[in-house]
T-cell receptor, first 117, second 111 residues
Framework: GAVVSQHPSRVICKSGTSVKIECRSLDFQATTMFWYRQFPKKSLMLMATSNEGSKATYEQGVEKDKFLINHASLTLSTLTVTSAHPEDSSFYIC?????????????FGPGTRLTVL | QKEVEQNSGPLSVPEGAIASLNCTYSDRGSQSFFWYRQYSGKSPELIMFIYSNGDKEDGRFTAQLNKASQYVSLLIRDSQPSDSATYLCAVIGSSASKIIFGSGTRLSIRP
């Protein structure tokens, strides 16, 4: 159980285009989903916390207009990288937890590797 | 001081030996502790979670938690080359608002 999927797994796009990444919890309802990015050989960086039906909470330094997050249902959250540029190239990973309690575990999706040309 | 600290490594351990990975955290009120394994180019996968002081064993893995010392560790017995990966320690603090990840320890098991 606790499977999280992401789509697409890999995307290459031209500079200036927008890219949407989907994150789905397949066998559980996730009240909270998280979006991370990770540069090569670097640690995970939390970008935002997404709660179903409400606005996402962004970490300091993350542009909310650049990285649009929508958590439309208990099983789906999307991250849209708007007007992507080469510096946005990274590994984007979502995770989902069952609820917001102190003992809940985050389960990670397989990640999306974005390359902006 | 970082909220969750790990030695970046690399930690090199001979095959068959015990690998010991350590993590300290700053929030004394933290309640939940996790170990994730991340292979290069892949996303993290959960290995174990621990909430109470003491040891928790699952197969070749043992998590140890000492809240008084604000210390959590992961032992891997009978290390295999397939255990070579980066191990991330993660903590949910007293505010319970989000999980904080350490920067990870790179483990290399040499045949």
């Amino acid at each position: 159980g606790a499977v999280v999927s992401q789509h697409p797994s890999r995307v290459i796009c031209k500079s200036g285009t927008s890219v949407k990444i989907e994150c789905r919890s397949l066998d559980f309802q996730a009240t909270t989903m998280f979006w991370y990015r990770q540069f090569p050989k670097k640690s995970l960086m939390l970008m935002a916390t997404s709660n179903e039906g409400s606005k996402a909470t962004y970490e300091q330094g993350v542009e909310k207009d650049k990285f649009l997050i929508n958590h439309a249902s208990l099983t789906l959250s999307t991250l849209t990288v708007t007007s992507a540029h080469p510096e946005d190239s990274s590994f984007y990973i979502c995770s989902a937890s069952l609820s917001g309690g102190t003992t809940d575990t985050q389960y990670f999706g397989p990640g999306t590797r974005l390359t902006v040309l | 001081q970082k909220e969750v600290e790990q030695n970046s490594g690399p930690l090199s351990v001979p095959e068959g030996a015990i690998a010991s990975l350590n993590c300290t955290y700053s929030d004394r009120g933290s309640q939940s502790f996790f170990w994730y394994r991340q292979y290069s180019g892949k996303s993290p996968e959960l290995i174990m979670f621990i909430y109470s002081n003491g040891d928790k064993e699952d197969g070749r893995f043992t998590a140890q938690l000492n809240k008084a010392s604000q210390y959590v560790s992961l032992l891997i017995r009978d290390s295999q080359p397939s255990d070579s990966a980066t191990y991330l320690c993660a903590v949910i603090g007293s505010s319970a608002s989000k999980i904080i990840f350490g920067s990870g320890t790179r483990l290399s098991i040499r045949p």
